[in-house]
């Protein structure tokens, strides 16, 4: 492929938040895609061959008119465009800035970062149930979060219902001291901390007293019906068929329900099939609900978290290797123990006794 050089200017109050501190947005660019970037007096030259070239350029182009829109230039941005670049896929993450659904107590917007989120956010705007799978850290709840609240105060909904399981994660929390309340709270954190953020405290203890925020365990959901009401179901692979099918049945005129879940990160026991996997079977096929599966690619957390998820992805797909890797393991270990060692010395010495 012919090597080519491009020149685009890069305007002086946006050059530091593209090239990130120390240069390290620019150097990774330049590793990843193979190409290299010489900037003087405003003026970027790319040199290189010429997908590549081309391919750099374009990310540059929208990093440059993120930053001319106020937002701030984050590792996140700089993984993502390379990650799509790697395979050759064109994303205008300008149409994603674009789609701000609300702002934060502390006046930052909240929109989908990635193809993935996008998606997730039409899905719910489109259905009225809709489920949205992944690992950690994709946005899952946050931005059902955001799309509930911004209901409830477009008053497309009267309240919002927000509900998930009350298990354990892996480790058994005995008796919890205080009231009902006290008791369900450390379940239902996360979705006080998303409240917070983008209602304020004020605001949802006000509307937590009126009854027109609900956050309760799933468990009391039994019996219900929803009507005019956007309802969330969070952690949801740690639900039964049974309990599954108790929620998806409450569902009243007026609603628009939001299942999410993590299929990597289930706490129940290990005989117990997950209602979200059932679910996810069974409706597959049914009109007005959407099923959108996010991936390590959208996460929008810490990049070591996006790596930490490849790890474990990678990992679990592997069992036969896992095998073999504990049955060496185990062959060496046994191999090394003082029985071993005796057995193996005890064998020596007959067969110096049998030659003689």
């Keep these: 492929m012919a090597v080519i050089e491009e020149q ?16 390290q947005y620019i150097k990774k660019i330049e590793r990843s895609l193979g190409i290299t970037l010489i900037s003087r007096d405003g003026t970027l030259r790319i040199v290189g061959p ?14 440059v008119q993120l930053s001319e829109r106020g937002n701030e230039i984050t590792e996140q941005n700089v993984n993502y465009l390379l990650a799509l670049a790697m395979e050759q896929k064109e994303a205008d993450v300008l149409e994603l ?3 701000v659904i609300c702002h934060t107590i502390n006046g930052r917007a909240v929109k989908p970062k990635t193809i993935g989120q996008k998606e997730y956010v039409d899905a719910i705007r489109e259905h009225m149930i809709t489920f949205g799978t992944g690992p950690a850290g994709t946005g899952k709840t946050y931005l059902a979060m955001a799309m509930a609240i911004t209901a409830f105060r477009n008053d497309e909904v009267s309240r919002i219902i927000l509900t998930r399981p009350a298990i354990e994660a892996g480790e058994k929390l005995g008796f919890l001291p205080g009231d009902l309340q006290s008791k369900i709270d450390p379940y239902l954190r996360p979705l006080y901390d998303a409240l917070y953020q983008i209602m304020g405290a004020e605001s949802f203890q006000k509307n937590m007293e009126k009854g027109l925020i609900e956050v309760a365990p799933l468990a009391y959901m039994r019996g219900r019906t929803l009507d005019n009401a956007y309802i969330i179901l969070d952690e949801a692979q740690n639900t039964t068929p049974a309990q599954m099918k108790m929620f998806l049945t409450r569902i009243g005129f007026g609603s628009k329900v939001i299942v999410t879940g993590d299929m990597t990160q289930k706490d129940l026991s290990a005989d117990t099939q997950s209602g979200l996997e059932v679910a996810v079977r069974v409706l597959q096929k049914v009109e007005g609900i959407a099923f959108c599966n996010l991936t390590s690619r ?9 790596k930490i998820v490849e790890a474990y992805e990678k990992f679990e797909q592997k069992p036969a290797g896992r095998s073999a890797s504990a ?9 090394k123990s003082p029985r071993a060692e005796a057995k193996a010395e005890a064998r020596r010495t007959a067969q110096r006794k049998r030659n003689g």
Excluded: C, S, T, W
């Design 8 to 23: 685009m200017m890069i305007p002086a109050e946006h050059e530091q938040q593209v090239f990130g501190q120390f240069d």
């Design 97 to 99: 800035d674009r789609d």
């Design 50 to 63: 010429e997908g590549n070239v081309r391919a750099g350029r374009h990310m540059i182009e929208q990093l």
């Design 298 to 306: 959208d996460v929008v957390r810490h990049p070591l978290v996006q």
């Design 327 to 335: 049955n060496r393991i185990k062959k060496e270990y046994l191999e």
